[in-house]
């Protein structure tokens, strides 16, 4: 993997970390969907990994796009609008695309600021852990650009549209407290403790049956979007794979013995 997005595996979980902390970990450089793609990817094909934990190194989570390459009219901004939009598709787009695609549960341990595209690659975790000192932003519109990286339609999906509204329309950050109240993290930890909580809540999400693990997040994100009907035919039929997993039978066998289930994914 790159020195720039760190993948580290211990047991059935794997950290990802955004590794650009002299410059506050900014995303969308050239080659970061590249990154993310290859990430996802080898998470996706190792059924040994249950759970990834996201953060970023140093004293930022991520400060979003990087503003002086905009200002230069570098890497992927350089040229006319085709050739921009080029660059959201197949570079900035691959980052999210990616992430939203990672089948094991994610958590988002957000060390620091999550501004922009850090705020928008953070909500693409099944759940989020804050720093004391973290600060979340959609400042898209103070830099005179539209949330270009789809978090028009994540956030209001994660803390309701008055809100994701008001963080858009103002380009105001927020502090952790806030990010609590208002749903976008589920707990606000001390900076020093932030990666052991992180590895204690994979650790207990790995410890479920690997298999119906990916399928519950299946069912999850599909009922984002879609209709009752289609997720009510999805679960049956899941849940007849499910029924027929040796995993289910040792979760019924450990229930009545009273004892840990050991589980292997068949």
């Known amino acids: 993997m790159s020195d720039e997005l760190l993948y580290e595996k211990d047991g059935h ?18 080659g970061d969907g590249d990154r993310f793609a290859v990430a996802a990817a080898r998470i996706n094909a190792d059924r040994d990994v249950r759970c990834v934990i996201l953060t970023g190194a140093g004293k930022a ?19 006319v609008g ?21 089948e094991v549960p994610m958590i ?6 999550a501004i922009g595209l850090g705020n928008d690659v953070a909500c693409l975790a099944d759940t989020r852990i804050a720093a004391d000192d973290a600060r979340f932003g959609a400042t898209f519109l103070k830099i005179g650009l539209v949330p270009g990286d789809g978090g028009a339609w994540l956030l209001p999906r994660v803390i309701g549209m008055a809100r994701a509204s008001e963080l858009f329309y103002t380009g105001d950050l927020i502090d952790a407290e806030t990010a609590l109240n208002w749903g976008l993290v589920s707990r606000i930890v001390p900076a020093a403790e932030l990666m052991d909580e992180a590895r204690a809540l994979a650790t207990k999400m790995a410890r479920q049956p690997p298999d119906v693990l990916r399928m519950t997040k299946k069912l999850m994100r599909e009922g984002m979007s ?33 004892r840990d289930p050991i589980y292997k994914g068949r």
């Open 82 to 102: 085709v050739h921009v939009r080029e660059n959201y598709r197949n570079n900035i787009h691959r980052i999210v695309r990616s992430m939203w695609n990672v």
């Open 13 to 30: 979980i794997v950290t990802l970390t955004i590794n650009r902390p002299e410059s506050r970990n900014p995303l969308g450089m050239d």
């Open 61 to 79: 989570f991520s400060a979003g796009g990087n503003i002086k390459a905009m200002r230069e009219r570098q890497g992927g901004f350089e040229g």
């Open 226 to 258: 879609t209709s009752f009907d289609m997720i009510m035919e999805l679960s049956a039929s899941m849940q007849a794979l499910a029924h027929h997993t040796e995993d289910h039978g040792e979760a019924i066998s450990a229930f009545f013995e009273k």
């Open 108 to 113: 988002a341990a957000v060390n620091g600021p």
